[in-house]
């Protein structure tokens, strides 16, 4: 069973598109994220939820959007998606926020835009 | 703010080679530090991690140590095998509880 399942697996669209990524995890954790890593293997994070409520932002353009509908879901919406948002995009989630708490990684979403 | 640094890569070695993997950081206070693997097509996984000083960490082989007066956490294993073939990660938690990740480090192993 997958612990941290995204779909789409690959995402081609073209510049000024609205896209949506679904992430799920099975695990019964409380804290779930969203990174990006782009083409250079750089890897940061956007979002981070604890239970359903949003606990880190960092500066991401307000074309980002995290919606977690429950504990165990938090989707990322894009609108009027640019070039420089190609990366691969990273949901995971961990018990907690605290450091001994590890974070289990979903195997990604790579979103070309064309 | 708080950074990670890594030595850029490839690292290229034969089987059975030593690995080291030198990592530094910058932090306020004492952060948790870890390792983690990506191997192609797939997330990171957590590979080891230290929560305080002179802690070691361990697993598959593969272990660092929390040196407070280097600030470093290099990455190291004895002999290594074509199966760790992989992009290593080091990280560290800071007192927000945001990951702050080095730029990985690619890892080839030939047989």
């Known amino acids: 069973d997958t612990a941290v399942s995204q779909t789409p697996k690959y995402l081609v669209t073209q510049m000024g598109n609205d896209k949506s990524i679904k992430c799920e995890q099975n695990l019964g954790h409380d804290t779930m994220y969203w990174y990006k890593q782009d083409s250079k293997k750089f890897l940061k994070i956007m979002f981070s939820?604890?239970?359903?409520?949003?606990?880190i932002n960092e500066t991401v353009p307000n074309r980002f959007s995290p919606k977690s509908p429950d504990k165990a879901h938090l989707n990322l919406h894009i609108n009027s998606l640019e070039l420089g948002d190609s990366a691969v995009y990273f949901c995971a989630s961990s018990q907690g926020l605290e450091s001994n708490q590890p974070q289990h990684f979903g195997d990604g979403t790579r979103l070309s835009i064309l | 703010g708080d950074s990670v640094t890594q030595m850029e890569g490839p690292v290229t070695l034969s089987e059975e080679a030593c690995l080291t993997i030198?990592?530094?950081?910058?932090?306020?206070?004492?952060?948790?530090l870890f390792w983690y693997v990506q191997y192609p097509g797939e997330g990171l996984q957590l590979l080891l991690k230290?929560?305080?000083?002179?802690d070691k960490g361990s697993n598959k082989g593969f272990e660092a140590t929390y040196r407070k007066e280097t600030t470093s956490f290099h990455l190291e294993k004895g002999s290594v095998q074509v199966s760790d073939s992989a992009v290593y990660f080091c990280a560290l938690m800071d007192s927000s509880y945001k990951l702050i990740f080095g730029s990985g480090t690619r890892l080839l192993v030939r047989p």
């Open positions: 030198n990592c530094t950081y910058t932090a306020t206070g004492y952060p948790s």
């Open positions: 230290a929560t305080k000083a002179d």
């Open positions: 939820y604890n239970n359903k409520e949003l606990i």
